[in-house]
């Protein structure tokens, strides 16, 4: 069966977060990911997969496509084996509780699928982003997050209103912080991690009362930075550890 031309044209638009949120749907890809994704509570409205490939469940919701045609819709440069559709769940309030990770204008779609993916090995319920973050439900960060996206839940929201009105302590990762290693970590509190190129806005730093850095053991301390996703990880192993 081959895929309509108003089909198609729905399914393109969804690489763009203003149809994303227009439609209230979002695509992923490949069948670990889809898979993931199917046994959650998340509803599925479409599954194009391909005519030599036997997908066991949700036959109601399934259209045999050609590789030709599964390319038309895919945003992988290599398509996998099906591409579904899934309805965008309704945003969840943070609550005060926890360990809360918190995004200041990240920008990169493969940081945030990595940075939601580490919130799911180390148990963080919650992760909190800035409205002017990349959305988690863009192609790349549903692909990178390979279906942690289910277990992690994620909230848009204005930082400033949220850090101002939470009861937990903040601490904010910046380069001359204190060293992560030589810090007394809570159970519970804010972790703000910032954008990619510029780090924590000055008015998100303002509100935060602690600054916590990883130092560098290199011998020759000319490492400008690590990567967002990977300073999430080892900030996270460290309050994980204590």
Wanted: proline residues 4%.
């Amino acid at each position: 069966m081959s895929i309509s031309k108003n089909q198609l044209k729905l399914i393109n638009s969804l690489s763009q977060k203003k149809y994303r949120e227009k439609h209230g749907l979002f695509i992923a890809e490949g069948v670990k990911v889809v898979e993931e994704l199917l046994n959650s509570s998340l509803e599925v409205v479409s599954l194009y997969v391909l005519e030599s490939y036997v997908f066991p469940n949700h036959r109601e919701f399934i259209t045999k496509v050609s590789e030709s045609d599964l390319k038309k819709i895919s945003n992988l440069k290599t398509p996998n084996t099906v591409l579904a559709l899934f309805k965008i769940p309704k945003q969840i309030m943070p609550r005060d509780s926890g360990l809360i990770i918190t995004l200041d204008e990240l920008n990169d779609p493969g940081n945030l699928g990595t940075i939601i993916r580490l919130c799911d090995w180390f148990g963080i319920k919650q992760l909190v982003c800035s409205k002017t973050s990349v959305d988690c439900y863009n192609p790349k960060v549903v692909q990178a997050s390979m279906g942690s996206l289910t277990r992690v839940s994620i909230s848009y929201m204005d930082l400033s209103l949220f850090l101002n009105n939470t009861k937990l302590p903040v601490f904010i990762a910046d380069m001359n912080g204190d060293s992560v290693y030589k810090t007394t970590l809570p159970n519970e509190g804010i972790l703000i991690m910032g954008n990619e190129a510029n780090g924590v806005s000055d008015a998100i730093k303002k509100i935060g009362k602690h600054t916590i850095s990883i130092p560098r053991f290199g011998e020759h301390q000319k490492t400008e930075s690590l990567n967002v996703a990977t300073a999430t990880a080892i900030l996270l192993s460290e309050f994980s550890r204590r």
